[in-house]
């Protein structure tokens, strides 16, 4: 079965741009989650998906947002892009709501300049 | 009081050693444990879940949970260097219905020397 994918692998934008991750889950998992991880802040929990509805939110700006579709795959937008921002971010699959095991994706690498 | 906390490392061992893993949690009632491994660069790979009190064996790789004391360990027998790497442990906190949400350490930095 094939696992977890998340494109782009590597982004490069500037400090104002805005960003679009894509994150296809493990085939026949449901919850779709995104975390951010800088070196030092360890796991930053963003928002969890299921069943195209966002269940469970953490402490981040309006600027980062998320979406998922009926084939569970799903996006995550950032806007007005700060240097801060840059991480790698990944998104995690799961059978059910969070509760169960989550299996990670490979991440994307975003820079901000 | 971090909810859950595990100490950062580095946590040095000769390679064939035990390493041993430690992470204590603040919720009591917390029903799911998880330990990852998460190569330098790469992200966390599941290593073992574990749900009841004792000991839950998976190859070199061993859990502890114990729920009284609120400590969940990983043991790692005969240690490679393979085995080096940050090991993550995550918790799901009780009592939050659909909201729950893994509650995530900040790691343990293991080397394992050759």
């Known amino acids: 079965k094939a696992g977890v994918t998340q494109t782009p692998r590597y982004l490069i934008k500037t400090r104002g741009q805005q960003v679009t991750l894509s994150c296809s889950p493990i085939?026949?998992?449901?919850?779709v989650s995104w975390y951010q991880q800088t070196p030092g802040q360890g796991l930053q929990f963003l928002f969890e998906?299921?069943?195209?509805?966002?269940?469970n939110k953490g402490n981040f700006p309006g600027r980062f947002s998320g979406r998922q579709f009926s084939n569970s795959r799903s996006e995550m937008n950032v806007s007005t892009l700060e240097l801060g921002d840059s991480a790698l971010y990944l998104c995690a699959s799961s059978l059910g709501l969070a509760g169960v095991a989550q299996y990670f994706g490979p991440g994307t690498r975003l820079t901000v300049t | 009081q971090k909810e859950v906390e595990q100490n950062s490392g580095p946590l040095s061992v000769p390679e064939g050693a035990i390493a041993s893993l430690n992470c204590t949690y603040s919720?009591?009632?917390?029903?799911?444990f998880f330990w990852y491994r998460q190569y330098s660069g790469k992200s966390p790979e599941l290593i073992m879940s574990i749900y009841s009190n004792g000991d839950k064996e998976d190859g070199r790789f061993t859990a502890q949970l114990n729920k009284a004391s609120q400590y969940v360990s990983l043991l790692i027998r005969d240690s490679q260097p393979s085995d080096s790497a940050t090991y993550l442990c995550a918790v799901i906190p009780p009592n939050a219905g659909n909201n729950r949400k893994l509650i995530w350490g900040l790691g343990t930095s293991l080397a394992v020397n050759p």
């Open positions: 919720d009591r009632g917390s029903q799911s």
């Open positions: 085939s026949g998992h449901r919850s």
């Open positions: 998906y299921f069943s195209e509805t966002q269940r």
